[in-house]
Nanobody, 125 residues
Framework: EVQLVESGGGLVQAGGSLRLSCVAS??????IGWFRQAPGKEREGVAC???????YYLDSVEDRFTISSDNGKNTVYLQMNNVKREDSAVYYC?????????????????????WGKGTLVTVSS
């Protein structure tokens, strides 16, 4: 079993920056995705990173968000720059055994076995 804990959410003005963190209980041969869910909307994949160095982004965030990892801290980060109001959501990190980072992971929220409890990001105008 994998435990995931997100942190770093908060209130930020449009155009500002925020860094989210996801600490995992285990960090071997991983692929971890960041997902978000806004009220009344489906959960969507935002970015993912694998232990093999692969990274993948949702098109709408690719030039603004950066995913990175610190293996020594079992942590995956999501640096959010130039945030927009539509980025407001609860952000979750998730993983499942055997998955690789890519478009299938970002589209596969339903297939992710382990989830954190989420961290709320609110972007004000």
């Amino acid at each position: 079993e994998v435990q995931l804990v997100e942190s770093g959410g908060g209130l930020v003005q449009a155009g500002g920056s925020l860094r989210l963190s996801c600490v995992a209980s285990t960090f071997d041969d991983y692929a971890i995705g960041w997902f978000r869910q806004a009220p009344g909307k489906e959960r969507e994949g935002v970015a993912c990173a694998s232990s093999d160095g692969s990274k993948y982004y949702l098109d709408s965030v690719e030039d603004r968000f950066t995913i990175s990892s610190d293996n020594g801290k079992n942590t995956v980060y999501l640096q959010m720059n130039n945030v927009k109001r539509e980025d407001s959501a609860v952000y979750y990190c998730a993983t499942t055994p055997g998955i690789r980072c890519g478009s299938s992971l970002l589209r596969g929220a339903h297939a992710m076995e382990y989830w954190g409890k989420g961290t709320l990001v609110t972007v004000s105008s």
